[in-house]
């Protein structure tokens, strides 16, 4: 049994007896304005002065193969010390992506990041990246690098 209190039962008074009414509800007819005059014109006749509109083709980059595989060895060196996380600035990528670094038996999961340069010139490493391999910070260091 539903027991309606107060202010509750007014409420719902009013909200049936406003659902009693709604058996039909009636439909507006909107008028036919004609703003911008389509009935003086042929559907498909173009305005005289409206510019000719030349079909684009949009160019479509080609997206590179993702990164795999053996990208070979390089000698690293620290890089900034004040920029965080595990990362190889490298000439041996052309874009960035997720990569390893392989250093006496270990290996570390990198961010590989591009740089210019022959592909022969050196790279730069991270603070954090270095120390987990547990590489000399004042040295240069032969490591290979492969892509994810």
Known sequence: MLVLQGR???FGAVALAFL???DEVPRVKM?????FN?????PDTPTPDAPEVEEITPEVEETPPPLRGELG????SLGAASEPGMWLKTPLVTREGKGRVYYNGLWLAVTLIPIEGASTAGSRMSLAAMRALEMPL???S?????AN
């Open 20 to 22: 009693a009414g709604c």
């Open 8 to 10: 509750k039962w007014v």
């Open 73 to 76: 060895t390089t000698v690293v």
């Open 138 to 140: 004042t040295e240069l």
């Open 31 to 35: 008028p036919d304005w004609d703003l």
């Open 142 to 146: 032969e490591v290979r690098v492969t």
């Open 38 to 42: 389509r009935s003086e014109r042929a």
